[in-house]
């Protein structure tokens, strides 16, 4: 099974702030990576898929990096609207989620 | 407009069984992968099983033997039958919607059913 390690599990940050979250995967994943946000009570909604591609409809602050076993995902200039837990999934072998990253407004 | 809405989700004793289903409208479930996921109140996401095109089936160890995924082409929807539940199964469950005929990523998810284990 390939494991995903996210960090950190949570963070805070100023609004304006760039914010950085890495997922490291236990074996090469290629770019088979993709980035979920999930606001509170809500289902997870897809931002990034095959590591750097954006979902229609996403702002352009948020980005993803990243091959092999490691990946970062980035938003630029940290929104009111961002407050949310954000997971990295892979898609190589069956699907694998990171345990999740809680972004906080400082 | 694509839509997936969960249905079935309750309280249960441990040991008990539970069928939850997920209508699909927008469009045809039978030429996506269709996925059931998981979360358990607090925790993170856990993909628990799948429905290929092609009718093909995975699960993931935690269930395996005790869940059972279908798809029903005729009324465009998906089910979890669930049995031999313990209170580590308690959780909202989602079904997702592959991207394609692929398993790669999830696009479209429903508002997810919370299922309750518990004596």
């Known amino acids: 099974d390939i494991q995903m390690t996210q960090s950190p599990s949570s963070l805070s940050a100023s609004v304006g702030d760039r914010v950085t979250i890495t997922c490291q995967a236990s074996q090469d994943i290629s770019t088979y990576l993709n980035w979920y946000q999930q606001k509170p009570g809500k289902a997870p909604k897809l931002l990034i898929y095959d590591a750097s591609n954006m979902e229609t409809g996403v702002p352009s602050r948020f980005s993803g990096s990243g091959s092999g076993t490691n990946f970062t995902f980035t938003i630029s200039s940290l929104q009111p609207e961002d407050i949310a837990t954000y997971y990295c999934q892979q898609y190589d072998n069956l699907l694998t989620f990171g345990g999740g990253t809680r972004v906080e407004i400082k | 407009e694509v839509q997936l809405v969960e249905s079935g989700g309750g309280l249960v004793q441990p040991g008990g069984s539970l069928r939850l289903s997920c209508a699909a409208s927008g469009f045809t479930l039978s030429g996506y992968i269709m996925n059931w996921v998981r979360q358990a109140p607090g925790k993170g996401l856990e993909w628990i099983s799948y429905i290929s095109t092609a009718g093909n089936i995975y699960y993931a160890d935690s269930v395996k033997g005790r869940f059972t995924i279908s798809r029903d082409s005729a009324n465009n929807s998906l089910s979890l039958q669930m049995n031999s539940l313990r209170a580590d199964d308690t959780a909202v469950y989602y079904c997702?919607?592959?991207?394609?005929?692929?398993?790669?990523?999830?696009?479209?998810w429903g508002q997810g059913t919370l299922v309750t284990v518990s004596s």
């Open positions: 997702a919607r592959a991207s394609s005929s692929a398993l790669k990523w999830l696009n479209y």
